[in-house]
């Protein structure tokens, strides 16, 4: 990991937390409905077979109506640009974040690569073709 930051790299809060806050490196000034991309200042390399995931911070979506607009964003192993995030203000007031602030958490996880198979039919399943609420509301 290169740091531009200015900040303490990502760690985990707790012993047992799955993800590492990432910070802002500028000021964010969002107005309802307005979304942003935030430099975090960090550039990743990933091993191959995994991927970082960017998710929202709970506190920031309770408190303060902001979320990641693509959550959970995927940086894949080959990207080897600044992490940015894509925060959105969901709330129905102007949100001001000052640079350092944490805006996001980061997450790695291990993924398969697939090929695909073609065929002319798919095997039978209890769902079947239910869609979008098929299976209860309970």
């Known amino acids: 990991m290169i740091n531009r930051s200015g900040q303490p790299l990502p760690q985990y809060a707790t012993a047992l937390a799955a993800g590492m806050d990432v910070r802002s490196t500028v000021d ?14 960090l550039f990743l390399e990933i091993p191959a077979g995994y991927e970082v995931q960017v998710r929202p911070r709970s506190g920031l979506a309770a408190k303060k109506g ?6 959970p964003g995927t940086v894949d192993a080959d990207y080897r640009g600044e992490l940015c995030v894509i ?12 640079a350092g602030e944490r805006v996001a958490q980061i997450v790695l996880a291990k993924h398969e690569v697939i090929e695909w198979t073609e065929c002319g ?3 039978e ?3 079947g073709e239910g869609g979008f609420g098929s299976t209860g509301t309970k």
């Open 125 to 127: 399943s209890q769902r």
């Open 121 to 123: 039919e798919l095997g």
């Open 28 to 41: 964010v000034h969002l107005k309802p409905l307005e979304r942003a991309v935030v430099p975090t200042g």
């Open 87 to 98: 925060l959105v203000n969901l709330s129905a007031e102007e949100v001001n974040l000052e």
């Open 66 to 71: 902001l979320t990641v607009l693509n959550a």
